[in-house]
């Protein structure tokens, strides 16, 4: 799946800020953290605050802090707010109206809901958890290499 570039950065930062949902960061902080624009990863940053996903603070010491629920948002949440994910209704082509056409959005259909499925299944909770977990075994297996070197 393809996801545009907004989506991306409001993935990155919604992950981002969950991580420690009391620690607050600047756009900048997480733009340089991901190696994307800042000034686009802050209209990504206010889209995220007016659903309710991340809360700002102004001033010096400002920044963003994650202000959902982790156990509960999903990637899907986060998506659906950057893209039109409402199955195959994208622009006809040609070829649509043919038996092949027809048989191949039948198949990108699915393709579709399996993916909203998918990303409707996952909670940040879970993507966070997963981080974790691949982080603690990459280094025990990195110790042991170094003990067994």
């Given at each position: 799946?393809?996801?545009?570039?907004?989506?991306?950065?409001?993935?990155?930062?919604?992950?981002?800020?969950?991580?420690?949902?009391?620690?607050?960061?600047?756009?900048?902080?997480?733009?340089?953290?991901?190696?994307?624009?800042?000034?686009?990863?802050?209209?990504?940053?206010?889209?995220?605050?007016?659903a309710?996903?991340?809360?700002?603070?102004?001033?010096?010491?400002?920044?963003?802090?994650?202000?959902?629920?982790?156990?509960?948002?999903?990637?899907?949440?986060?998506?659906?707010?950057?893209?039109?994910?409402?199955?195959?209704?994208?622009?006809?082509?040609?070829?649509?109206?043919?038996?092949?056409?027809?048989?191949?959005?039948?198949?990108?259909?699915?393709?579709?809901?399996?993916?909203?499925?998918?990303?409707?299944?996952?909670?940040?909770?879970t993507?966070?958890?997963?981080?974790?977990?691949?982080?603690?075994?990459?280094?025990?297996?990195?110790?042991?290499?170094?003990?067994?070197?």
């Amino acid at each position: 799946m393809k996801l545009q570039k907004a989506t991306r950065y409001g993935l990155y930062a919604v992950l981002e800020l969950a991580r420690d949902p009391e620690r607050q960061l600047s756009a900048t902080d997480i733009a340089e953290r991901y190696g994307i624009s800042a000034n686009h990863l802050a209209k990504v940053l206010r889209d995220l605050g007016r659903a309710g996903l991340v809360e700002g603070a102004r001033g010096a010491g400002g920044g963003y802090r994650f202000a959902g629920n982790v156990r509960r948002v999903t990637l899907l949440d986060v998506v659906k707010l950057f893209e039109s994910i409402e199955g195959n209704g994208g622009p006809r082509e040609a070829g649509d109206s043919t038996d092949v056409g027809r048989a191949l959005n039948l198949v990108l259909g699915e393709v579709d809901d399996i993916a909203r499925a998918t990303l409707g299944a996952v909670t940040l909770n879970t993507l966070l958890k997963t981080m974790e977990w691949r982080g603690e075994r990459k280094r025990r297996l990195k110790e042991r290499a170094r003990v067994g070197a």
